[in-house]
């Protein structure tokens, strides 16, 4: 099958600094990838590149054969690839249902006129994405919790409601960006679940994160990044035995100082 | 929304009507103040141009540039009728419609920036609104445009609607009805807007514009919308203030203006439509009634208002109206 999305000599320099520099990869219809690496490696840049937040010096993404990179954030959203953002970033004043609401803006059919005016296809849709709102928040366990402001919920409710949000937008791709930071190895365990779930409904998902265990349990690839270079890619098995892997993680032995 | 919740919605904007349209009336005739004609209909504009700087305020932007709009759209409207001989209100709708677009020009650019930037940049706006105005001939520069005739009659098949305002015993009369009227109609429209989805898209912008562009809504487009509303409503209020001083010059909106009509949507509260109706009012009687305390009065009006500010951070609705948050 052809990759949903690819990759191709990535270079991002800011001045002198480059920080991703002629990253390649594909990511396979259906799949869960996770972008991987230590602090500061270029995840977080690859991922704004991909979503389009930040312009490529080099090099192009192409989602589904069509070039993406340098369109503006919405643009991409509209073809199909949609990221989420850390859990402090949310519509915080809203309640759980009206964010999701609001981000189905991809699947409505009136214009804004309309919605104004209150025409038959926006109250059509208004109801429409009423019923798929809640059938999202059911699906991500937040029904209970969905008339709550969204700036009181707790930790692990604000990382389900931030990909009930992306899920609104209604992704090919859905970017995470660190589903599981911060989170007990309770909390990861029923991350972990949400995001297969996820990819059960036919999304493919790109996971850009770090905590390792979390990442070897879910992730069907793998692709290593650090000092804004791909060193490695493949299963979960095979990045665990590679040797530049374990390098970059805990250090040569000769760098290793005074631990 | 509850059939009880849309009785005491009916019977708030029947009672808000009766007030305005006939309570006031009558009180002004017992109390033989026809003067107050004038000072409510300043504030029913004064409050049209807040709505639309409350409006800005609801996408997120602290907008100190509202008094531009008024003196554009009051400019437009003088202009068009003394060169161009045109009817008073056709350059109604006209001068809200060129502050319009000029505002999706400004806005373009300027709606990039956020915070204290923004603010700045509208700020200066107004300074180059009265510039502008003073150095440009179709203006007349310094000497304004005066002489401006009162609006004529509207006809619709031959039948009178609204007379001449000049055939009105009272002038002032017959543009207190207008102004409260248009201030009736530009609220109702701001309320459906708010309350509509494309209100919650709004919202949204004010919230995290950076999620809000991730799920597809063009955030510069929804940005500039509201921004041209905004100076519409502005240009609006300008057009008739200038109808009813007959003249209008670089000063008669100035930076003063500006801040006034950002005070009112805070002082009335920024999470209510209304607020900045509310707000215009008392900060307009507030300060003339502080006008006999002499060289006090600044003294006095800025320590009220920072203590309102810091007491009432939502304003003066939020103590008469908890549960009706329209965010």
Redesign the interface.
């Given at each position: 099958m052809a990759p949903i999305l690819q990759v191709k000599d990535l270079t991002k320099r800011y001045g002198g600094l480059t920080a991703v520099n002629e990253v390649s990869f594909d990511v396979e219809p259906n799949e869960i990838l996770s972008v991987i690496g230590p602090n500061g490696a270029g995840k977080s840049t690859i991922f704004k590149l991909i979503s389009s937040f930040v312009k490529p010096t080099r090099g192009e993404v192409t989602f589904n054969g069509e070039v993406i990179s340098g369109l503006a954030p919405h643009t991409v959203a509209r073809k199909g690839v949609v990221r989420t953002f850390q859990e402090t970033t949310i519509f915080k004043g809203m309640t759980a249902r009206d964010s999701v609401i609001v981000a189905h803006h991809l699947r409505s059919h009136a214009s804004l006129f309309g919605f104004y005016l209150g025409s038959a296809a926006a109250r059509r849709d208004e109801a429409d994405f009423g019923r798929s709102s809640d059938e999202i928040l059911d699906f991500l366990g937040l029904g209970a919790v969905k008339y709550e402001i969204a700036s009181n919920l707790p930790q692990g409710h604000l990382r389900a409601l931030g990909i009930a949000i992306g899920l609104a937008a209604n992704p090919k791709i859905l970017l995470l960006d660190e589903p599981f930071a911060g989170m007990n190895a309770d909390e990861t365990s029923r991350a972990v679940e949400m995001v297969r779930a996820v990819r059960d409904r036919g999304v493919t998902l790109l996971l850009v994160e770090h905590d390792m265990a979390a990442v070897m349990k879910i992730s069907d690839r793998i692709v290593v990044i650090n000092f804004g270079v791909k060193i490695a890619e493949g299963t979960p098995a095979e990045i665990r035995a590679n040797e530049k892997v374990i390098e970059a993680y805990l250090g040569v032995e000769d760098e290793t100082i005074g631990l | 929304m509850t059939p009880m919740q849309r009785g005491t919605r009916i019977a708030g904007i029947g009672a808000f009507l009766v007030v305005v349209f006939i309570a006031v009336p009558m009180a002004i005739a017992a109390a033989h103040r026809t003067d107050l004609y004038y000072t409510l209909s300043s504030v029913a504009l004064l409050s049209i141009a807040s709505g639309g700087v409350w409006l800005t305020f609801y996408i997120g932007r602290i907008n100190i540039g509202q008094g531009a709009f008024a003196l554009v759209g009051g400019y437009v409207s003088a202009i068009l009728v003394t060169a161009y001989g045109l009817s008073f209100w056709l350059s109604l709708p006209l001068a809200g419609l060129f502050c319009a677009a000029a505002s999706v020009l400004v806005g373009l650019p300027i709606l990039r920036l956020r915070g204290v930037y923004f603010a700045m940049v509208t700020l200066v706006l107004t300074e180059v609104a009265r510039l502008s105005a003073l150095a440009l001939s179709v203006t007349n520069g310094a000497k304004g445009i005066t002489s401006i005739p009162a609006p004529g009659p509207i006809g619709l098949f031959g039948l009178t609607i609204v007379p001449a305002f000049d055939t009105f015993a009272e002038r002032n009369v017959a543009f207190y009805f207008l102004s409260v009227t248009v201030m009736a109609l530009c609220f109702a429209g701001l309320w459906?807007?708010v309350n509509?989805?494309?209100g919650?898209?709004f919202?949204?912008l004010r919230?995290?514009e950076?999620?809000?562009?991730?799920?597809?809504?063009?955030?510069p487009a929804l940005r500039v919308?509201a921004y041209a509303i905004s100076s519409f409503l502005g240009g609006v209020g300008g057009a008739i203030f200038v109808a009813i001083a007959q003249s209008i010059y670089p000063s008669s909106f100035t930076v003063n203006d500006s801040v006034n009509f950002m005070l009112n949507c805070f002082l009335g509260g920024l999470g209510y439509v209304f607020g900045p109706m509310l707000g215009t009012l008392v900060l307009y009687f507030g300060w003339d009634l502080l006008f006999q305390t002499g060289q006090y009065q600044l003294l006095i009006y800025s320590g009220v208002m920072i203590l309102l500010i810091l007491l009432l951070p939502n304003g003066l609705f939020s103590l008469r109206l908890p549960s009706r948050r329209s965010?």
């Open positions: - | 459906r807007l509509s989805r494309v919650r898209l919202a949204a919230q995290n950076d999620l809000a562009s991730s799920m597809g809504l063009n955030v919308l965010s």
